[in-house]
């Protein structure tokens, strides 16, 4: 079947039918907001919603079993999933075998979600997949049933056919949002599943606490397909544990990386951050059970493994590395997680946190990175916060972490590159408008400077303490209440916002002359010669992976090609 699939389908060959014009198509199938905003209003039964998955996979010319045949890696998880995969994949790839993967959200173009040998599909590739799949959904429509899935669930279906059709060796796919009823979980055989770090997102969904969370994430479980997950908080983990019970899955809890290193050289990660520690044990152990189970060779040498209990979970087997998998770990790639772009005097700190935990980790990378850094001569040093948060989370909690960072600027901008993103179609999105996005930017300067306002204020228990080492800020004194906001700047888009914080001194990031108005703020005018004079300029970018996309795209011209 999966050879009939969709190789029987002709392209058409007309000129219009160029990347651009797919990707306009697809987004009319609404984007992610919106879907999530739809099935809360209907929050039908969620496993009709699984039927109607496999009944659009049967009209695309696929069982599900064909899907058995992709020897997939299933992976769920809060925070760190797609940074697990990624290692996953690289380790696998290091093998020599042909992968597959599957991720979400795109940062600067949507074939980025579909990966073959780590490299985003080409247009064209992309270009010729979806409209075979778009003309096979609308030939085999009847009236029962809505023609085209939404955005999420077309491109995973998508991305199978892809995957078959290209005949990769096994496919890392990356959940979308939970596991029990995600779209991907219309999968039957995995050859395994992980699951990572667990926290609180996407509440309205999924739930309002851990342990409901992973009872979701849990839904990925498979009979008698080995499932490993990382260190979770007890209650999270029990849940785990009796889910993979009641399921008859058998899972693992992942030994950290140290226990893996013991007895070796130390294990170099392509990604930076404590935090990616525990994502590269859990890839390493998918990688190790997968390769076993494939029964393929040069799995790792197990060591004297004590097969010990910790909350009743069975640990994983402790094993020497390979060297393929040494070289996987190394060369992992993820843009927008931790990620650093060293550009004269400005140093751009990339990184999609928008969670509690994932924005502490964040925290804790940036200035770690601050601490080990060359300290310039002959000149103030300027640290600079770029920030958005969206959908359901909570912006004054998420900014009250980054408060430690000390900040002599914080830059507000909603998840637009340009005012006017007509001319590109991956950066579209049809569920906001301007004056949402806008206002929620202004609410987040407001917590800001709520925050700011607090620290300010001289209360003797709980003086800000400066960093070891640190360089005094700019804005020496802490604002008197009435002069607060003299350190936020709110911004339409994110071009502005980047024109404003570089000054024209990023060498690859060269705007045609600002508008108007750019600095007629007076913070923004007085800023401005500030970060002309700066020796050097620290900017973090987080709270949205949509954020740093729109960042990434400006700031790396090539990514757009």
């Known amino acids: 079947a999966a050879q009939r699939s969709l190789s029987a389908w002709p392209v058409p060959q007309e000129p219009?039918?160029?990347?651009?014009?797919?990707?306009r198509m697809l987004n009319t199938l609404q984007t992610n907001a919106g879907y999530l905003e739809q099935v809360k209003r209907q929050r039908g039964d969620p496993q009709t919603q699984l039927e109607a998955m496999e009944l659009y996979l049967a009209r695309s010319g696929l069982q599900v079993e064909d899907l058995d045949q992709l020897n997939i890696i299933h992976v769920t998880g809060t925070k760190g999933k797609g940074s697990t995969c990624a290692f996953t994949e690289c380790i696998l790839r290091s093998y020599g075998l042909k992968?597959?993967?599957?991720?979400?959200?795109?940062?600067?173009?949507?074939?980025?979600?579909?990966?073959?040998?780590?490299?985003?599909?080409?247009?064209?590739?992309?270009?010729?997949?979806?409209?075979?799949?778009?003309?096979?959904?609308?030939?085999?429509?009847?009236?029962?049933?809505?023609?085209?899935?939404?955005?999420?669930?077309?491109?995973?279906?998508?991305?199978?056919?892809?995957?078959?059709?290209?005949?990769?060796?096994l496919a890392v796919v990356e959940v979308g949002i939970g596991g029990a009823y995600d779209c991907t979980n219309i999968i039957r055989k995995p050859v395994v599943c992980g699951v990572s770090s667990l926290g609180i997102d996407h509440t309205s969904l999924l739930g309002d606490t851990v342990e409901k969370i992973a009872w979701q994430k849990g839904g990925i479980f498979k009979r008698g397909v080995p499932a490993f997950t990382v260190l979770q908080p007890e209650g999270p983990l029990a849940v785990l544990r009796d889910r993979a019970q009641q399921i008859s899955c058998p899972l693992y809890l992942c030994p950290t990386l140290e226990a893996l290193e013991e007895g070796g050289p130390p294990l170099a990660l392509g990604l930076e951050g404590e935090h990616q520690r525990s994502n590269a044990a859990l890839a390493l152990q998918l990688a190790h059970c997968w390769l076993q189970r494939q029964d393929r060779h040069g799995a790792g040498e197990l060591k004297a493994s004590r097969p010990g209990l910790l909350w009743q979970l069975p640990l994983a087997p402790v094993f020497q590395p390979t060297s393929h998998m040494r070289l996987g770990l190394r060369n992992t790639e993820w843009p927008g997680r931790t990620q650093v772009l060293r550009r004269g005097p400005l140093t751009w700190y990339l990184d999609g946190a928008h969670t509690p935990s994932s924005v502490q980790a964040c925290v804790r990378w940036f200035r770690q990175a601050l601490q080990g850094r060359e300290r310039p001569s002959g000149g103030p040093e300027v640290r600079?916060?770029?920030?958005?948060?969206?959908?359901?989370?909570?912006?004054?909690?998420?900014?009250?972490?980054?408060?430690?960072?000390?900040?002599?600027?914080?830059?507000?901008?909603?998840?637009?590159?340009?005012v006017s993103s007509t001319g590109n179609a991956d950066q579209q999105n049809f569920t906001v408008t301007l004056d949402q996005v806008l206002l929620r930017c202004l609410e987040h300067q407001q917590h800001w400077n709520h925050l700011d306002e607090q620290q300010?204020?001289?209360?003797?228990?709980?003086?800000?303490?400066?960093?070891?080492?640190?360089?005094?800020?700019?804005?020496?004194?802490?604002?008197?209440?009435h002069t607060c906001s003299a350190s936020s700047?709110?911004?339409?888009?994110?071009?502005?916002?980047?024109?404003?914080?570089?000054?024209?001194?990023?060498?690859?990031?060269?705007?045609?002359?600002?508008?108007?108005?750019?600095?007629?703020?007076?913070?923004?005018?007085?800023?401005?010669?500030?970060?002309?004079?700066?020796?050097?300029?620290?900017?973090?970018?987080?709270?949205?992976?949509?954020?740093?996309?729109?960042?990434l795209k400006l700031l790396e011209p090539a990514l757009s090609q």
């Not at 219009?16 to 990707?23: G, K, L, N, R, W």
């Not at 001289?458 to 303490?465: E, G, M, N, R, V």
């Open 456 to 481: 300010a204020s001289p209360d003797l228990w709980s003086a800000p303490s400066p960093e070891p080492g640190g360089p005094t800020s700019l804005l020496l004194a802490p604002h008197p209440p």
């Open 384 to 418: 600079v916060l770029l920030f958005n948060a969206t959908g359901d989370r909570d912006p004054a909690a998420l900014l009250k972490l980054l408060q430690p960072c000390q900040f002599d600027y914080a830059v507000f901008c909603p998840n637009l590159t340009e």
């Open 489 to 551: 700047l709110v911004f339409s888009c994110i071009s502005h916002a980047l024109q404003w914080i570089s000054q024209g001194r990023d060498p690859v990031f060269q705007p045609p002359t600002p508008p108007k108005g750019l600095l007629t703020h007076p913070v923004a005018h007085s800023g401005a010669s500030v970060l002309h004079e700066a020796a050097a300029i620290h900017v973090l970018v987080t709270g949205s992976l949509h954020l740093v996309g729109g960042v």
């Open 99 to 169: 992968t597959g993967f599957f991720s979400s959200p795109h940062l600067v173009q949507v074939r980025e979600r579909i990966r073959i040998n780590g490299q985003p599909i080409s247009p064209e590739l992309f270009t010729k997949y979806f409209w075979r799949l778009y003309h096979r959904l609308e030939e085999t429509k009847d009236g029962s049933c809505v023609s085209m899935p939404p955005y999420f669930r077309f491109l995973t279906l998508m991305a199978f056919h892809v995957f078959l059709q290209e005949k990769v060796d």
């Open 16 to 23: 219009s039918m160029e990347y651009q014009d797919a990707v």
